[in-house]
Nanobody, 115 residues
Framework: QVHLVESGGGLVQPGGSLRLSCAAS????????VRWYRQAPGKERELVAS????????IDADSVKGRFTGSRDNTKNMVYLQMNSLKPEDTAVYYC????????WGQGTQVTVSE
C-alpha cells in the first residue's frame, strides 16, 4: 500500500526543538522529491521545505530559515524535518508530501508551541 506517515509532533515550549519524521512505503522512495508543508488554524497550507532526491534541501518558508532543516535517508525510506528554536507561530499541523502526479500526502502531525 502506498502511503506516507508523519510522526514526531507534540507539545513543546518556545525555544524548544522537535524532529518530525515521514515514513514512506509502497513505492520507490528515492525517485521522488518530498516536501514538508504546514497548516495553522485559519490559514492556508504553507510550503516549509523541499528535500530532493539527492538529499539537497531548500527551506522555502522565510519564517523558518535558520531554524528548520530537512534531511532524508533513502536506505530507510525516511524524510525528516528538524525544527529548532520553535516559536508559537510554528504551531500547525505538519504534512509531508511526495511530489508526483498526483501528489501523495500523509495524514499530518500536530505541532503545538506553547508555554
Amino acid at each position: 500500500q502506498v502511503h506516507l506517515v508523519e510522526s514526531g509532533g507534540g507539545l513543546v515550549q518556545p525555544g524548544g526543538s522537535l524532529r518530525l519524521s515521514c515514513a514512506a512505503s509502497g513505492f520507490t522512495f528515492n525517485y521522488y522529491t518530498v516536501r514538508w508543508y504546514r497548516q495553522a488554524p485559519g490559514k492556508e497550507r504553507e510550503l516549509v521545505a523541499s528535500i530532493f532526491r539527492s538529499g539537497t534541501v531548500t527551506i522555502d518558508a522565510d519564517s523558518v530559515k535558520g531554524r528548520f532543516t530537512g534531511s532524508r535517508d533513502n536506505t530507510k525510506n525516511m524524510v525528516y524535518l528538524q525544527m529548532n528554536s520553535l516559536k508559537p507561530e510554528d504551531t500547525a499541523v505538519y504534512y509531508c508530501m511526495r511530489a508526483s502526479s498526483p501528489n501523495l500526502w500523509g495524514q499530518g502531525t500536530q505541532v503545538t508551541v506553547s508555554e
